[in-house]
């Protein structure tokens, strides 16, 4: 059945992702299975997105009870999941409006907009957005040219204008980079796809500080770094400052399709009727869902506990580096996103681990990167550190022969 099913996607589907070998058919928890039946421990969690695990019991109650009520009637009408949803992110963040889309690359789409639109609504000609390399906020046309890597934008040239790139960490750079036309910065606190790399002390404060004396607006993605997955609910709270735009998305509704673009009441106030809108954007279905995966990582302690365990799992992980220096190169990241970088290429690692049962991810071609659902156990951690073990273990052995 397996074959059958891999065979047949890759007659029928555009080839745009390079899949691994296997058919999962059902999830539970931080595990999930294959069509032949073989059980992995994920520590992928959709790339950041199962927060809660798979097949929460509370969000498909959620999803099922609205679904059985209203699927959607488009946002000319209100409609009580989305208001609530909505309300309950103004309450728990910086933000006084939402505007609700369907992903990330949506959420930065509206970001991006909103960002300009404010400062022509003020009649002062400023487009220019400050991005940094290595960032990624997304595939669309818009936010592949705001992202900080060629491979992304290969093909798809001339990308669009009105983008200047700087290092990560370099505030220098960004002073240098701003100027008059310049109205917003755009960064994650934490960047993902580049490779889990984290803010040096003080960087985040800085640009926070430079966004105020110029007078331009600071654009925090945290589609992938938001929702608890550093062990705050969003990432910017591990360094006492708020932008006046945040995008979220991937952990949002735990696996559902659904974007958030929040900001401030004066910088959202650019954004009246018609000034840009999504027709599936918040619809009652996924609202709900994504309502009732917020209340649980902020209820049952879960935020709290992926701060535990993460620091237990750097910690193992830092453990393994010292007993294999030579392929490891640094161990690094927040609450459970995080990135073990090594000097050697990492997919066959992430093939090896798939065979022992294990779901891990590479990206940048050596960075193995870690982000299981927010419910994991220390023990499938152990699990996970004792056959990374194992197998860089036997790949030194094997090179020694």
């Known amino acids: 059945m397996m074959r059958e099913i891999m065979t047949t996607a890759d007659r029928v589907m555009a080839r745009t992702y390079l899949r691994q070998p296997i058919v999962i058919t059902r999830g539970e928890g931080t595990t999930v299975w294959d069509a032949d039946g073989k059980a992995y421990t994920d520590f992928v969690a959709g790339i950041a997105v199962c927060n809660l695990g798979h097949a929460h019991p509370g969000v498909a109650k959620a999803l099922c009870d609205q679904a059985g009520r209203l699927f959607h009637v488009s946002n000319l009408y209100y409609t009580q999941p989305q208001t609530e949803l909505a309300a309950w992110l103004v309450d728990h963040s910086f933000a006084d409006r939402v505007f609700f889309c369907n992903s990330g690359a949506e959420a930065n789409e509206a970001a991006i907009k909103l960002a300009r639109r404010y400062f022509h609504e003020k009649g002062e000609a400023r487009h220019r957005i400050v991005s940094a390399e290595k960032s990624f906020h997304g595939r669309t046309m818009a936010t592949l040219s705001a992202t900080g890597q060629d491979k992304i ?3 798809f040239q001339p990308v669009l204008g009105g983008f200047d790139f700087v290092p990560f960490n370099d505030i220098e750079a960004m002073k240098a980079a701003v100027t008059q036309e310049t109205c917003g910065v755009i960064l994650e606190p934490i960047q993902g796809e580049g490779g889990i790399r984290l803010p040096n ?10 966004c105020d004396e110029a007078g331009i607006l600071l654009i925090f993605d945290e589609i992938q770094t938001g929702i608890g997955r550093t062990g705050k609910l969003f990432a910017h709270e591990h360094y006492g400052i708020a932008p006046d735009i945040m995008t979220l998305a991937t952990a949002l509704a735990n696996g559902l399709p659904i974007g958030a673009m929040l900001a401030r009441e004066s910088v959202a106030a650019a954004f009246g009727p018609g000034a840009h809108a999504s027709t599936f954007g918040g619809t009652p279905v996924i609202t709900a869902a994504a309502l009732a995966t917020l209340r649980a990582l902020t209820e049952e302690g879960i935020i709290e506990k992926a701060a535990e365990t993460g620091a237990y799992f750097r910690e193992r992980l830092r453990a393994l580096k010292n007993r294999h220096p030579k392929e490891i190169v640094d161990v690094r990241g927040k609450g459970l996103m995080i990135g073990m970088e090594l000097d050697i290429a990492g997919a066959p690692l ?12 590479c990206i940048q071609e050596n960075i193995l990167r870690l982000a299981p659902p927010l419910i994991i156990e220390t023990a499938a951690v152990d699990a996970l550190v004792d056959c990374l073990d194992d197998l860089l273990t036997n790949m030194r052995i094997q090179e020694k022969e």
């Open 350 to 361: 992430v093939d090896a681990c798939r065979e022992r049962g294990f779901l891990v991810n």
């Open 153 to 155: 934008k290969k093909g």
């Open 201 to 210: 002390p003080g960087y985040l404060e800085a640009v926070r500080r430079l």
